[in-house]
């Protein structure tokens, strides 16, 4: 969406989240497809407003439980009917029959329901002066719940979800006093239905690392889930591999509600099917984890260099719509490492007329096989030393 008219004023009078006067809207569009093209989605506005509200949101949560008292607005109420919904559609949609045993087709049956519905959905969420944004914005709920023709789910579309959190925050749908609302209500209904979805359709992770990720279906979750346990007067990090520690706490605390699910559905020991999770375990404190799991978000999520599918939906739609890329960051300031001085090996000699006129210099080793040798090579060079190259000949006396 892109900004045509900034508001004027300074009035605090209702405490709501920044936004302008007047939006234009545009379906949006892929605009990312390259590894090049991610410099452009860093630069830009919505990137910014992106990780402003992951940010926003963590701050929000921190050292609260899931069932402390919050403010639920009628925007809050409605985000979870709308989920309601998407979650009576899959008890309405049963699995199929099938050969694989991964990926149910039933899927694509609740998607095209989605996709046929979406703009509705959210239109009932939206403000009466903003059914315009609809269109727009119900491209990112739509990219949220999975792909319909892998039939996979990952940490990509979850973050289309916080994205369309994210938009309705920046229309003035959500306001700043539903910050709790938005991570304990929406977005834990958000994950038991994506849970349900995953289970029930048998879901593929998408760009899975393995154990060498962090989780196969989510990201956001650990983090604010991190933020809640700050300061904890007796949960460490190195409490949630203990079983009895995660089934006493998980219906307050989002990182172990995680956990909790991982164990149901993984078997084997911890160390093996999570392996990330179970080094994080041994983390001194929760803010260390924390601030740890948002670096790792921006490097593995976010600025990834391989592009995984479900980050192209995302980023390509989230990049520039009518928004000039924000200036570069400065670069950054050396530190000692850098400025120390390094010795400098002195240049090879020129090489001289005579071997330049004689090429490489080729010397001939015979291998156990008769019918082989090995060949090195030495090519000389005017600024760099000496090349060697090593290949298999045929030996001189084979015919």
């Known amino acids: 969406?892109?900004?045509?008219?900034?508001?004027?004023?300074?009035?605090?009078?209702?405490?709501?989240?920044?936004?302008?006067?007047?939006f234009s809207f545009i379906v949006?569009?892929?605009?990312?497809?390259?590894?090049?093209?991610?410099?452009?989605?860093?630069?830009?506005?919505?990137?910014?407003?992106?990780?402003?509200?992951?940010?926003?949101m963590n701050e929000g949560v921190k050292g609260k439980k899931l069932t402390c008292e919050y403010h639920v607005s009628e925007t809050v109420e409605k985000?979870?009917?709308?989920?309601?919904?998407?979650?009576?559609?899959?008890?309405?949609?049963?699995?199929?029959?099938?050969?694989?045993?991964?990926?149910?087709?039933?899927?694509?049956?609740?998607?095209?329901?989605?996709e046929q519905e979406a703009e509705t959905l959210v239109t009932t969420v939206l403000p009466s002066d903003r059914h315009d944004a609809a269109p727009e914005i119900a491209v990112y709920l739509k990219e949220s719940v999975g792909n319909s023709t892998r039939i996979d789910y990952g940490t990509g579309h979850e973050a289309a979800f916080a994205a369309f959190l994210c938009c309705l925050c920046k229309v003035g749908a959500?306001?700043?006093?539903?910050?709790?609302?938005?991570?304990?209500?929406?977005?834990?209904k958000y994950l038991r239905v994506m849970r349900k979805l995953q289970k029930t359709y048998r879901m593929e992770p998408a760009g899975s690392q393995g154990v060498w990720g962090l989780?196969?279906?989510?990201f956001l979750p650990f983090i604010w889930g991190s933020s809640q346990l700050l300061d904890h007067p007796t949960l460490e990090p190195r409490h949630f591999l203990e079983e009895k520690a995660v089934n006493e706490n998980h219906q307050d605390y989002m990182f172990l509600e995680c956990i909790k699910f991982i164990n149901e559905m993984k078997t084997g020991p911890f160390a093996e099917h999570s392996n990330q999770l179970w080094n994080i375990s041994a983390v001194p404190s929760w803010s260390k984890v924390n601030q740890g799991l948002i670096r790792m978000y921006k490097a593995e999520i976010l600025g990834c260099e391989v592009l995984r599918p479900e980050l192209k939906e995302l980023m390509g739609q989230a990049c520039v719509r009518g928004e000039e890329p924000r200036a570069p960051p400065p670069p950054p300031k050396p530190t000692s490492c850098v400025v120390?001085?390094?010795?400098?090996?002195?240049?090879?000699?020129?090489?001289s007329?005579?071997?330049?006129?004689?090429?490489?210099?080729?010397?001939?080793?015979?291998?156990?096989?008769?019918?082989?040798?090995?060949?090195?090579?030495?090519?000389?060079?005017?600024?760099?030393?000496?090349?060697?190259?090593?290949?298999?000949?045929?030996?001189?006396?084979?015919s």
């Open 1 to 22: 969406m892109a900004e045509t008219e900034q508001s004027s004023g300074s009035s605090h009078e209702d405490d709501k989240l920044p936004s302008p006067v007047s």
């Open 28 to 56: 949006p569009k892929k605009e990312i497809s390259m590894v090049p093209d991610m410099g452009k989605w860093k630069r830009s506005q919505a990137y910014a407003d992106y990780m402003g509200f992951i940010l926003t």
């Open 79 to 114: 985000l979870l009917a709308m989920l309601g919904t998407l979650d009576c559609w899959i008890d309405e949609t049963p699995p199929v029959d099938q050969p694989s045993r991964f990926g149910n087709k039933a899927y694509r049956t609740w998607y095209a329901k989605l």
């Open 174 to 188: 959500l306001r700043i006093e539903d910050q709790l609302a938005i991570v304990f209500k929406v977005f834990e």
């Open 215 to 218: 989780d196969d279906f989510q």
């Open 340 to 351: 120390e001085k390094t010795p400098v090996l002195p240049p090879p000699p020129l090489p």
């Open 353 to 398: 007329a005579q071997s330049k006129a004689e090429g490489p210099v080729c010397l001939q080793i015979p291998l156990l096989l008769p019918s082989l040798s090995l060949t090195l090579s030495v090519f000389p060079h005017p600024r760099i030393y000496h090349t060697l190259v090593l290949s298999l000949t045929p030996s001189a006396g084979d």
